[in-house]
């Protein structure tokens, strides 16, 4: 019976003891399970978090592929960089699709958003310097256009008065035949001594003469002086058709009945020209035009029988 008491104190203490460590052994599962739930809910917030800033990181990327878009630039080494910076934004917002729930990488991407956003500073610099150097260059050019027209006006101008000028010489020095006339003639004597006839069929040549006229502004040289006849029928009495025998005159081209030099000096210089004919001559009205340095310098007719 003593020992009765002393069982059941013993007892007691072993279901103290018991419901010590039940208490002990719920109060640890009761903080490890708080512990856990507000670690999940940490996480929960931190994946909401990741998830808010990777929407945040693709607006981002997307307001600066449309920033990046509306820079432009005629510099072929700028407009290369500007096409990789796009690429490289269209790779980011790849990867931020690809790697949405992925803190670590969407901050990477932030960081390397923020840095694009920076270079893209720096083109906006670079292409406002480079347009304010093309507009000052554009400027420039204007006025050196203008400068340009300005003299290649004056040039023409200029131009224009020498050719004048030089017209005005060329027409002013022209010479001017004196007393031209025509007469058919044939040769006696065995070709020494010569006639004048209107007879056609007796005509050996037609002798065209004329006087030079003084110019004092013409060249003193030796002057080839042309004869040009044209027949009845309308033809050009020449040599031959080659063109060796032809001739410019008035801005024009013909054949030459006969050619003589004449020594120039100035004054006044009597000519004779002996025209021959290949087919003879028949009877009718002759033109005859006598051309000196291109221009047409005296006119005459003779008429046979």
């Not at 072993?14 to 460590?21: K, V």
């Not at 310097?129 to 004056?154: I, P």
């Not at 131009?159 to 010489?169: A, D, P």
Request: aromatic residues 6%.
């Amino acid at each position: 019976m003593e020992n009765k008491p002393e069982e059941k104190k013993s007892n007691n203490k072993i279901l103290i003891i018991f419901l010590i460590l039940l208490l002990l052994g719920n109060g640890t599962f009761v903080f490890l399970w708080l512990q856990e739930k507000s670690r999940a809910n940490k996480e929960v917030v931190i994946k909401e978090q990741v998830i808010v800033e990777k929407s945040t990181l693709t607006a981002d990327l997307t307001k600066l592929k449309e920033d990046y878009a509306t820079l432009e630039t005629n510099d072929a080494s700028l407009q290369k960089e500007l096409e990789a910076k796009r690429a490289e934004i269209d790779e980011l917002l790849i990867q931020a699709e690809k790697h949405k729930g992925d803190a670590y990488i969407i901050s990477k991407l932030r960081k390397e958003t923020e840095t694009l956003r920076s270079i893209m500073k720096h083109f906006v610099v670079q292409i406002d310097s480079l347009n304010t150097a093309n507009q000052t260059l554009v400027a420039e050019k204007r006025e050196v256009t203008a400068s340009l027209d300005a003299e290649k006006t004056k040039s023409t101008q200029l131009s224009q008065e020498k050719e004048s000028l030089q017209n005005t010489v060329k027409i002013g020095s022209q010479l001017k035949t004196v007393g031209t006339k025509a007469v058919g003639v044939k040769f006696k004597s065995g070709g020494k001594k010569e006639s004048e006839t209107d007879r056609a069929s007796r005509v050996e040549r037609i002798k065209v003469s004329f006087t030079l006229g003084e110019n004092r502004i013409a060249k003193k040289e030796l002057k080839s002086v042309y004869v040009r006849i044209i027949s009845p029928e309308g033809k050009e009495i020449t040599k031959s058709m080659e063109e060796g025998n032809q001739i410019s005159f008035n801005g024009s081209k013909g054949y030459f009945a006969a050619k003589q030099d004449v020594n120039y000096r100035n004054e006044d210089v009597a000519v004779s020209v002996m025209c021959p004919s290949l087919n003879g001559f028949v009877p009718g009205k002759y033109l005859i035009t006598i051309v000196c340095d291109e221009a047409v310098v005296g006119e005459t007719s003779i008429t046979l029988k």
